[in-house]
């Protein structure tokens, strides 16, 4: 049974008004501070817990949760545990931080070893991600990127419509927000050239996803259906999946994305649950055609939740350049899985699966540099009076996302990069 912490619950724990952590997100993480080792912790506010104190101070007892699983440098041994149990989790840890519960709250001398100032930790990379799969699933990017290279008559692929198209990347360079990407190098070609040349990109580009964690195995062999889907999947993170569009360009035809999309992907330190999400579920945009048996579904999967891209040159203000919304996904996350197994592609705990770029219907809301300065012919004026085609050196890129209705935001925070000059 899906439980949601009621929107009327408070903290004594402060909360700011526009915080994406009220104790009804209770996310989950994996933190460090001076003296102290990585370890499993939630967030409200801007306080950060401990997890591993938490239960050893045995207010997490009667659980059935090993304190140990608290103690690792990943999530996975904790979410491996289970939809069910972290349910339970969440809910407990709501209650022990309702402002009505004194339990915690008049024993300060116990919220030192608990409690800390987010400013005064480090995030770090909340799952080891064993695999890694690339959805293609908005239908407003697909169709932008089909209109620019292809024909725009003919701009989505035969198959796109009938599957989540998808390819399997690199895992290892999924890195957390707060890491420093250095600009990548390899071949390109230019339209008028014989030959290509090696060197850096002149083409760096964000895409900004979202991207969803399963929680659960399966064996070789084994399907999941939609209807199952969201019993292996804990919760998503924001998901900047950084691109060098011009050595994808040469390089894609005929296997697809390599150098281009391996260099480098950001995730935001926080998941956040599904269940955290559940009031903000909608439907998602109409298919047409009608898709194959296995990818049919029942229920509300999408989610409404607003994104945004801002780019910071070094020592300026940032500028938002792209407000979309996770709404906008043609195929929703348990297509994305069911379509992922239904072969018999086994899963595991800590696998992450990208949403593909997220692009609204107005070009302010288009997901990728490639297509709001639309293939460079249209750039992006700065207020420090630079544009912008694509990405350049000391360039920060901030994306954002939070969903709010009724008074309740439930958040992200956000993930963060700056592009470096390429490695000598």
Known sequence: MKKV??????????????SDFPVQNVPFGIFSSEGRSARAATRIGDTVIDLHALAMAGLLDGLGIN?????????NPLIGLGKALCRELRC???????????????????????????REVKMLMPVQVGDYTDFYSSIEHATNVGIMFRDPANALLPNWKHLPVGYHGRSSSIVVSGTDIHRPKGQT???????????PSRQVDFELEMAFITCRKTDLGQ????????????????????SARDIQKWEYVPLGPFLAKNFGS???????????????????????????PYLQFEGDHNFDIRLDVFIQPDGQPEQRVCHSNYKYMYWNLVQQLAHQTVNGCNINPGDMYGSGTISGPTPDSFGSMLEIAWKGTRPVKMADGTERKFINDNDSIIMRGYCIKEGLRIGFGEVRTRILKERE
């Open 266 to 292: 950001v995730i935001s330190p926080w998941i956040v649950t599904l269940d955290a999400l559940e009031p903000f579920r909608m439907p998602g945009p109409p298919q047409d055609p009608p898709v194959l």
């Open 67 to 75: 304190p140990s699983v608290f103690s690792h440098d990943t999530l």
């Open 92 to 118: 407990r840890i709501a209650e022990i931080f309702d402002q009505d519960n004194p339990v915690l709250r008049d024993l300060p001398g116990k919220h030192a070893g608990i409690l800390f100032p987010v």
């Open 5 to 18: 912490i009621g929107a009327d619950r408070g903290s004594w724990i402060r909360v700011e008004r526009e």
């Open 223 to 242: 399907s999941v259906s939609t209807a199952e889907a969201e019993d292996h999947i804990f919760g998503m993170v924001i998901f900047n999946d950084l």
């Open 189 to 199: 070609k230019a339209d008028t050239a014989e030959f290509p040349e090696f060197g």
